[in-house]
């Protein structure tokens, strides 16, 4: 059995971050750059620099795109970005899908559960959709089951629950206001 990384505590580690959030480690015992902020990841010792700077150290500085300058995401960034992929996959999937669509995108979402990069994260994702299983018989049924799974991390987050009756407007329709 794979040991959860979060067991394995050690006493030279900081257990909270400047947010006030606990810190979480990877099983190698570094931090978690997926599943920290940012501030975090640095308060906790995480290097800051990345790959760019200490893996190639031959490479010149110019020759590197500002574009390319940017830190890998943190849990934050990696929300945000996940949360728009996945209701806007939400608001193509077909309002009246086949049998195999159905099945495909229960297949995705028990992936997506396997694999989100915020080991944490994931672990949560999976528990609420083994006793929520994904509804996937129809576009606003699936739509408003991937809300109902954000609003589960809204709340363990402390934040405001979103108005599932708005969700096609946020992430398909727009909200039209020169009417
Ligand atoms: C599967 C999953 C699990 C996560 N678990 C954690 C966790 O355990 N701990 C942690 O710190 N972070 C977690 N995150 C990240 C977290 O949910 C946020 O993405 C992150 O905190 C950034 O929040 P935000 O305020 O920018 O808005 P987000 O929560 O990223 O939301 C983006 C936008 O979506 C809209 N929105 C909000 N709620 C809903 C909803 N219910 N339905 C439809 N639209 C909505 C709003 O317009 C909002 O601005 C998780 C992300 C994912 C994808």
Redesign the pocket.
């Known amino acids: 059995m794979t040991k959860d990384p979060q067991e394995e505590p050690s006493d030279d580690k900081p257990l909270f971050g400047s947010t006030g959030?606990k810190i979480i480690y990877d099983k190698d015992g570094k931090p978690c750059r997926s599943c920290n902020t940012l501030l975090d990841f640095k308060m906790a010792g995480g290097s800051l620099m990345g790959a760019l700077s200490t893996k190639k150290p031959s490479l010149a500085k110019d020759s590197v795109p500002e574009t390319y300058k940017q830190e890998p995401p943190d849990?934050?960034q990696?929300?945000?970005s996940?949360?728009?992929f996945?209701?806007s996959v939400a608001a193509t999937y077909p309002e009246s899908p086949s049998p195999s669509q159905q099945d495909d995108m229960r297949q995705f979402m028990n992936i997506f559960g396997k694999i989100?990069p915020?080991w944490?994260?994931?672990k949560?994702?999976q528990k609420w959709s083994s006793k929520n299983e994904p509804k996937v018989k129809t576009q606003e049924e699936f739509g408003r089951w991937?809300?109902?799974?954000?609003?589960e991390?809204?709340a363990?987050?402390g934040?405001p629950?979103?108005d599932?009756n708005l969700?096609k407007q946020?992430?398909k329709d727009g909200w039209d206001e020169g009417k």
């Open positions: 959030r849990v934050e990696l929300g945000k996940t949360w728009t996945l209701h989100y915020c944490f994260c994931a949560d994702f991937l809300c109902d799974a954000h609003n991390v809204n363990k987050l934040k629950k979103f599932c969700w946020r992430w």
